[in-house]
């Protein structure tokens, strides 16, 4: 360790080779489990240098580290979960807060510049592994996300106010919804086939499943809960975090914005659901039909 090292500059070394360290493992332990052999060099690629950057700040603290358990667990959770993909680029996102760190160190560490150098082009590295089959068929999977909340969530809203009953609404909901996942699927299905393509079975079934998640999801709250606008409400609410949750996956994966496209989808399914509501109780007005 250099005396000429300021406290402050010693204390980011030490938190850098940390992270490092951590790195390193939670890529070797992310290829142990990636079948495709481009991915998997790639990964050991990026530990290897990851852990030559751990010695490089160990030189300078003079302190062997263990790495933090709870984190290496649960990148290597996200990774079997929700792909490999989000999982490092999650990890990476916290490189953007390093390099104002790096700038620092560079007055005092010559060997910081040759290191961030090359913590740049993991970037580059990691958007050459975007050919994980789950983020192929990402659109596959908006479509019938997208389809199921808007579609759904105007059904459900005008069933509230035009049955006011939460079990005939549920029922009502998986009718439509059971039925609505089929279509969606049977349509994407021939369009993939009129366009030639041979994953045609694939594309579908990312897009039922997709969609059928959302109709239970969306469907759960009227089966829980006995008064209906509790349950709308509920309802709406299960309709932001799914908007929330899907759009933040795509946005890391896929290098998205995320509020200008979860403002738009959650826009569309709010404004449909109020307008479906406001249906429901003009068709129960001036039909005179009372449940």
């Known amino acids: 360790m250099s005396s000429s090292i300021s406290e402050k ?47 490089v700040w160990e030189g300078y603290t003079g302190i062997r580290m263990k790495p933090r358990r709870g984190k290496v667990f649960w990148y290597t959770f996200l990774a079997r979960f929700l792909g490999f993909t989000f999982a490092v680029k999650l990890m990476e996102r916290g490189e953007g807060n390093a390099q104002e760190e790096y700038a620092l160190l560079a007055q005092e560490v010559e060997e910081s510049v040759h290191i961030r150098q090359q913590e740049e082009e993991h970037e580059q590295a990691l958007l050459a592994m975007l ?32 049955l006011q009953n939460t079990r005939l609404i549920a029922l009502s909901g998986l009718i439509v ?45 009227y089966l829980l809960l006995s008064r209906y606008m509790y349950a709308l409400l ?24 995320f509020f200008k496209r979860f403002g738009e989808m959650a826009l569309i399914s709010i404004s449909v659901a109020v307008l479906s509501f406001v249906v429901g109780i003009l068709a129960k007005k001036f039909l005179g039909v009372d449940l």
């Open 9 to 55: 500059a010693l204390a980011v070394i030490k938190k850098m080779q940390r992270n490092e360290l951590d790195e390193s493992i939670i890529y070797k332990k992310i290829a142990g489990f990636v079948k495709d052999e481009k991915n998997k060099q790639t990964l050991l690629r990026l530990a290897g240098e990851e852990a030559a950057h751990c010695q």
């Open 131 to 162: 050919d994980e089959e789950s983020l192929q068929y990402v659109g596959s999977m908006v479509l019938g996300l997208n389809d199921a909340l808007v579609e759904l969530t105007g059904s459900l809203a005008g069933f509230a106010f035009a």
């Open 177 to 221: 919804g059971i039925s609505a996942t089929f279509s969606m699927a049977s349509s994407e299905f021939l369009s993939a086939r009129s366009e030639g393509r041979t994953d045609a079975l694939k594309s579908c079934t990312y897009t039922g499943v997709a969609y059928l998640v959302a109709v239970v999801l969306l469907v759960l709250p």
């Open 234 to 257: 509920c309802m709406l609410l299960v309709v932001v975090v799914i908007i929330a949750g899907f759009t933040y996956y795509t946005s890391v994966a896929q290098d998205q914005p």
